[in-house]
């Protein structure tokens, strides 16, 4: 147990659902992140969030919509998603975004499945 | 950018023995972090070692220690006594200093089977 909670644990979701993953930490973190883990692909970063402001978008598509309303909890909201958004959601978070030697913690995951 | 190379999609490892998982990476940066996370079945992602690139000796942590080699741009984990737990996918992961290069930057993983 790394101190990152991820809800659901899987998800499985229509194209014209609408959805939401949920992060939660309890280490006193200040930044937090989003990643998407597809099969055979490097982890892709999609946002950054540092003292709840959002620092980077890693040009991810509109229908992926973050939200951190304190340093304690990622949300991502999804809607109108496509067969390939299905992934790997993964949430982290560390003390601070600029600190380079840091580790990220890491959450186990939100399975995705677009149908 | 940045790029971090592992070359071999899957290995495997007889319990107690050891094995070298390799990782190559490219940047123009002098200073920067290495990172080798472990990822278990259970999807949570384990820092298991990291090495700062201005340090020359190799970092180690119990049985996990790197070969790491700043010319070559070479970054290798060494697993020494494999054990049932060390099953996993292992990322290997570079994150600069200078600006706007902080972010970590990840291989595709390779998958690690123990045979027992």
């Known amino acids: 147990e790394t101190g990152v909670t991820q809800t659901p644990r899987h998800l499985v979701m229509g194209m014209t659902n609408k959805k939401s993953l949920k992060c939660e930490q309890h280490?006193?973190?200040?930044?937090m992140y989003w990643y998407k883990q597809s099969a055979k692909k490097p982890l892709e970063l999609m946002f950054v969030?540092?003292?709840?402001?959002?620092?980077e978008n890693n040009s991810v598509p509109s229908r992926f919509s973050p939200e951190c309303p304190n340093s304690s909890h990622l949300f991502l909201h999804l809607h109108t998603l496509q067969p390939e958004d299905s992934a790997l959601y993964l949430c982290?978070?560390?003390?601070?975004?600029?600190?380079?030697?840091?580790?990220?913690?890491f959450g186990s995951g939100t399975q995705l499945s677009v149908l | 950018a940045q790029t971090v190379t592992q070359s071999q999609p899957e290995m495997s490892v007889q319990e107690a023995e050891t094995v070298t998982l390799s990782c190559t990476y490219d940047?123009?940066?002098?200073?920067?972090?290495l990172f080798w996370y472990k990822q278990p079945p259970s999807r949570q992602m384990i820092l298991v070692i990291r090495?700062?690139?201005?340090?020359?000796q190799n970092a180690t942590e119990n049985r996990f220690s790197v070969n790491f080699q700043k010319a070559a741009k070479s970054f290798s984990l060494k697993i020494s006594d494999s054990q049932l737990g060390d099953a996993a996918m292992y990322f290997c992961?570079?994150?600069?200093?200078?600006?706007?290069?902080?972010?970590?930057?990840f291989g595709t993983g390779t998958r690690l089977t123990i045979i027992p």
């Open positions: 090495q700062e690139a201005y340090k020359q």
């Open positions: 940047t123009s940066e002098s200073d920067y972090y």
């Open positions: 992961a570079y994150r600069g200093t200078n600006f706007g290069n902080e972010k970590l930057t």
């Open positions: 982290a978070s560390s003390r601070g975004r600029r600190a380079t030697n840091e580790k990220l913690f």
């Open positions: 280490l006193g973190h200040n930044a």
């Open positions: 969030y540092n003292f709840k402001e959002q620092t």
